[in-house]
């Protein structure tokens, strides 16, 4: 069975890249440091050409190779965010998460306040405990959505007013809801050129998709039934309407007239069944709400992939969805889907095979839902591996050569970047053996594909010389942690909680929390640099059967990770913000994300001994403008009420803006009346959601 999936069938053998790290202060910034010092990484990878006599052939749908003459030429930048506005949810159809604002630089942004703030305390009686939304701002109105019941509420961009609201009474249909949440936001749309009929497009928690009059927040009477299609009908599969645990907890997008949806569905580290409904990819027609087409994200018999799910699994299996968001070239009518892994995340047993398309990038034509490339990142996922961000497309120049770039982050802290109109790999993509699972019943992939290219940005597998280390007392105490458990590189599997050697469980790193998670990364289009967010998070993965939870062979356990006399196992820097230059796949700086957590410091065993700045473990999001970085100082309600500011080109830290709670909605801004606004979600287990703009004053 072949391995790679570039575009279907890639196996190239490439040279890997060699890569050091050049310390740009003089100290060592993996851990061994005493100093308070913020402080650089710069990566040195050296070039891998390919290999002479290596098959470089392109394998394309036939749709592709119909397009490849029509899309030559120059190549159009990525703009990011224009016209001051932030019309999608992460600024841009090719989340950039960029805009060209430069009101607020260095000289001022330590002046930002708090001009307006909207609370969410009464959307819902349950009251949510953290938001991960993102406004969009349109012709100066914030659209977003708030509570556990998914209201959509518009904004005045100026004032913080609220214009209208809309809320979908759901029912019991609503409580079997995976995703009770405020989500991610909205999307818009208009088809006319003076956006007369500007839509607002959100998908509530109970899987339905719904179209609102952008100015008055009413249903559009001529889309769906009333305003509403039904998202659990038309999977393909039957669903039970009320009970199929499917919905969604990202906004959807629209390319021309096409709006496409993804879905979520249970967190799957011990579902309590192997079957589930499908993550099946809809395209529907933005004035109709028809549905135009399905791409199976687990292929039917007939089609491409199928049989990579070997024993009849592709019949049951569920998941493989597009939970994050979406990404788009509107100027190619492509859309880019990172696709999740099938049920369940940590044991692959019951879906034998590589489970095309799961845990791949996808490109499909837009208007047809035909399948341009893909490129399968992890082969048979048993590590909850999931491309949790969308994938951001770059306008690049590698050695001279102009390149429309796609460049997913992920939680295994790789960066793949690809032509983003035929999918081939910007630099060599090299498919190395992994060990092999001695689960029982578990089937996995010999190989997994490594990019040469940009170097990780985050720790990768567990070794000794990973261990916490301030003394040697404490790294004596990390190595004993580990007595009965497993540690390996990267794609080792998961083991049994009880396994015949006597180990009881293995150290996966990044674990389910770590390297980029859902906030993704920002680009720079005007110097083509990648920042990155990530957390060096590990987690344990212990297998085991227990009917009485799950008809599956085996799920995930309980049991927490070592803490050797009261400190996280990994030395640090626990949490970081990395620069890459995607025109070279170079690292530029790397910073320590926040502060040494008050817990560290104030550790017995560290009395006398002198901490570097360790960072905290934080997949935070961020947003760039012309000179500026902004970075989110928490996460997931855990963190610093803060919004952190550095300077794009150095990593430097020019400002720390104190916030009412703490952030977990990665930042958006705006200009509005000539003054330029930074809005985000905050809020924690003590503090109900709010959105807070900040601006000079």
Not at 43 to 55: H, R
Not at 124 to 150: C, D, F, H, K, Q
Not at 660 to 665: E, L, S
Request: glycine fraction near 10%; charged fraction near 20%; proline fraction near 9%.
């Amino acid at each position: 069975m072949g391995h790679g999936h570039y575009l279907g069938n890639r196996r190239d053998g490439y040279p890997a890249a060699g890569a050091s790290c050049v310390r740009a202060s003089g100290r060592d910034t993996m851990g061994g440091s005493r100093s308070h010092d913020v402080e650089f990484l710069v990566a040195d990878v050296a070039p891998a050409p390919c290999q002479s006599g290596t098959d470089m052939r392109l394998k394309l749908s036939p749709l592709s190779v119909c397009l490849m003459s029509a899309l030559a030429g120059p190549v159009v930048a990525q703009q990011g965010a224009t016209s001051g506005e932030w019309r999608s949810y992460s600024g841009d159809l090719g989340s950039t998460k960029y805009s060209p604002l430069d009101q607020i630089d260095r000289d001022n942004v330590q002046d930002l306040e708090i001009v307006w703030r909207w609370k969410t305390d009464n959307f819902g009686a349950s009251v949510e405990r953290y938001s991960r939304v993102t406004p969009i701002m349109v012709n100066g109105v914030l659209y977003a959505t708030a509570g556990r019941r998914r209201a959509t509420v518009a904004i005045d961009a100026v004032t913080g007013e609220t214009l209208w609201m809309h809320r979908m009474d759901e029912g019991v249909r609503g409580d079997y809801a995976p995703r009770r949440s405020s989500g991610r936001g909205v999307a818009y749309w208009s088809g006319r050129p003076d956006e007369s009929d500007a839509q607002i497009f959100m998908i509530t928690p109970g899987y339905h998709l719904v179209a609102l009059d952008a100015a008055t927040g009413r249903p559009v009477p001529n889309f769906g039934q009333d305003g509403v299609v039904d998202l659990k009908l038309g999977l393909d599969r039957p669903v039970d309407l009320i009970e199929a645990v499917i919905g969604s907890s990202s906004p959807p997008v629209v390319v021309g007239d096409v709006v496409i949806v993804g879905a979520a569905l249970e967190v799957g580290s011990s579902p309590p069944t192997k079957e589930n409904a499908p993550g099946h990819v809809r395209g529907y027609d933005a004035r109709t709400g028809e549905r135009l087409w399905i791409f199976h994200t687990i292929p039917q018999p007939g089609e491409f992939g199928h049989e990579t799910w070997e024993d009849d699994s592709w019949s049951y299996t569920g998941n493989v969805a597009v939970w994050p968001p979406f990404s788009a070239d509107a100027e190619l009518g492509y859309v880019y889907l990172p696709v999740e892994a099938g049920t369940g995340d940590y044991y692959g047993g019951h879906r034998p095979g590589d489970n095309l398309f799961s845990q791949s990038l996808v490109a499909l034509d837009a208007r047809t839902g035909e399948r341009i490339w893909h490129f399968q990142m992890v082969h048979h996922g048993i590590w909850d591996y999931d491309p949790a961000s969308p994938p951001i497309l770059a306008d690049i120049v590698v050695d001279g050569r102009p390149i429309k770039a796609v460049a997913q982050v992920t939680k295994q802290a790789f960066t793949y970047v690809f032509d983003r109109v035929t999918g081939e790999p910007v630099w060599p993509i090299e498919e190395r053996p992994v060990g092999e699972s001695d689960v029982p019943m578990e089937w996995t992939a010999p190989t997994q594909p490594f990019p040469t290219r940009p170097a990780p940005f985050d720790r990768q597998g567990v070794s000794l010389d990973d261990l916490i280390d301030f003394t040697p007392e404490i790294k004596a105490a990390a190595i004993d942690s580990l007595a009965r458990l497993r540690i390996g590189p990267i794609y080792t599997p998961p083991s049994l909680a009880e396994a015949p050697d006597g180990t009881r469980g293995t150290i996966q790193l990044p674990g389910t929390l770590g390297g980029a998670n859902w906030p993704g990364a920002s680009f720079d289009p005007e110097t083509g640099v990648l920042y990155v967010g990530s957390a060096t998070a590990p987690s344990l993965r212990t297998m085991v059967n227990d009917p009485d939870r799950s008809n599956m062979n085996y799920i995930q356990g309980s049991g927490g990770l070592p803490r050797p006399l009261g400190l996280p196992l990994i030395k640090p820097p626990w949490g970081r913000i990395t620069a890459i230059d995607l025109n070279t796949g170079d690292h530029l700086w790397m910073v320590a994300n926040g502060d040494t957590p008050q817990d560290v410091l104030d550790n017995p065993a560290l009395q006398g001994v002198e901490i570097p700045k360790t960072g905290q473990n934080l997949s935070s999001g961020t947003m760039v403008t012309k000179s500026l970085l902004f970075v989110i100082g928490g996460w997931r309600g855990a963190g610093e009420p803060e919004l952190r500011v550095h300077d794009k080109s150095t990593g430097e830290l020019l400002a720390t803006i104190e916030l009412p709670a703490i952030p977990n909605g990665v930042p958006m801004t705006y200009m509005a009346e000539d003054r330029q606004y930074i809005v985000m979600s905050v809020g924690n287990r003590d503090h109900p959601p709010e959105f807070v703009a900040l601006a000079l004053p």
